[in-house]
């Protein structure tokens, strides 16, 4: 099954790691898989647009199918493979409504993140402002409270219920990128306990990413 499906990913990029948890998840190992370089422009190549006509990864397929919005790719594996591997889709209607809400909160998010970790990068330097970058990391600071709050209303250890489940496939990996680029530890213990016990999941220890086990990372988070 997982021979008709292609994946171009980066290492690093929550987007590219949430679908290849997702296929760990459900089974779907032996897929056709390109790692490439997002400091090479290699996400700009014609190999690339081809599937992904934006330029981004990941570019994933399946089949003639393509879905390269990495939420829905997941969601896509869940339904075609609901039988096989883990149930990412709660059934009871009240953990399955927290799960939608928690996946769909990653936009803002992510959007709020990246606003603090690439402001240098997205902002010429003439236009930068100390009044924009204080409020970026406000904002950011807010955003993480919030998930240290979901967190200490859940004994489970997930994000939407008693098990493992969509919302932690494609949450954990923003949440990983958070501590890469060097958020406190101490600050944020119930996120700090949630990112270490799902760092062991098998599915996550197979697609950890790996530029991050072969460089440190960053402080730029330090005081978020």
């Known amino acids: 099954m997982a021979k008709d499906m292609t994946l171009l990913w980066g290492s690093g990029s929550p987007p590219c790691w949430r679908i290849m948890i997702a296929l760990e998840e459900k089974n779907l190992q032996g897929y056709n898989q390109k790692l490439l370089s997002f400091e090479k422009g290699e996400h700009k190549s014609k190999e690339v647009m ?46 399955q409504a927290l799960m939608f809400q928690r996946v769909f909160e990653v936009n803002t998010f992510g959007d709020k993140m990246a606003n603090v970790i690439y402001y240098n990068w997205k ?46 496939v494609i949450v954990f990996p923003a949440i990983a ?14 996120l700090t306990e949630y990112y270490k016990n799902l760092m062991n999941r098998p599915s996550i220890k197979a697609t950890w990413p790996p530029t991050w086990k072969e460089t440190p990372g960053q402080d730029i988070l330090k005081d978020i």
């Open 123 to 168: 902002v010429p330097e003439g236009e930068r402002h100390e009044s924009a970058i204080k409020r970026n990391k406000e904002a950011l600071t807010a955003e993480v409270k919030l998930w240290e709050g979901y967190l200490q209303k859940t004994s489970s250890g997930f994000l939407a219920g008693k098990n493992f489940s969509l919302a932690d």
């Open 50 to 95: 081809d599937i992904n006509p934006r330029g981004q990864l990941p570019a994933f397929k399946c089949g003639d199918k393509i879905i390269n919005e990495s939420c829905g790719a997941c969601f896509f594996l869940e339904s075609k493979y609901k039988s096989q591997g883990t149930k990412l889709i709660p059934d009871c209607d009240a953990e």
């Open 177 to 190: 990128y958070l501590y890469r680029h060097g958020l406190s530890e101490e600050r944020y213990p119930k």
